[in-house]
Nanobody, 127 residues
Framework: QVQPVESGGGLVQAGDSLTISCSAR????????MGWFRQAPGKEREFVAA????????YYADSVKGRFAISRDNAENTVYLAMTSLKPEDTAVYYC????????????????????WGQGTQVTVSS
């Protein structure tokens, strides 16, 4: 089965850009719809972005629409989250998730729709 592993988090300033990655080990990556979620201190985990297994469809939370972009490289078994115009409120642990099955073009934004989760990568945005 697939095991997501996030990387690329760090400390940036407000207005900066940062791209985080998720490499999926095991499984057949190209058949998994993928998603990014985040959890800030003292808050519940929330949806950020999702991409269909073919990469042809994406979906974003309103809070990041126009600033973040999700993409995937199925040949490299990797999904990316490119973040621009970062704000202090984007500070959180970012988690990558993979879903078993699902038709192409479908995206999923509820965390209980995903089956495999990474350990997370910390993104901190200073003001």
């Amino acid at each position: 089965q697939v095991q997501p592993v996030e990387s690329g988090g760090g400390l940036v300033q407000a207005g900066d850009s940062l791209t985080i990655s998720c490499s999926a080990r095991g499984g057949t990556f190209r058949t998994y719809p993928m998603g990014w979620f985040r959890q800030a201190p003292g808050k519940e985990r929330e949806f950020v972005a999702a991409i269909s297994w073919g990469g042809g469809n994406t979906y974003y939370a309103d809070s990041v629409k126009g600033r973040f972009a999700i993409s995937r490289d199925n040949a490299e078994n990797t999904v990316y989250l490119a973040m621009t115009s970062l704000k202090p409120e984007d500070t959180a642990v970012y988690y990558c998730a993979a879903r078993e099955g699902g038709s192409d073009y479908y995206v999923y934004w509820e965390d209980d729709e995903y089956d495999h989760w990474g350990q997370g990568t910390q993104v901190t945005v200073s003001s």
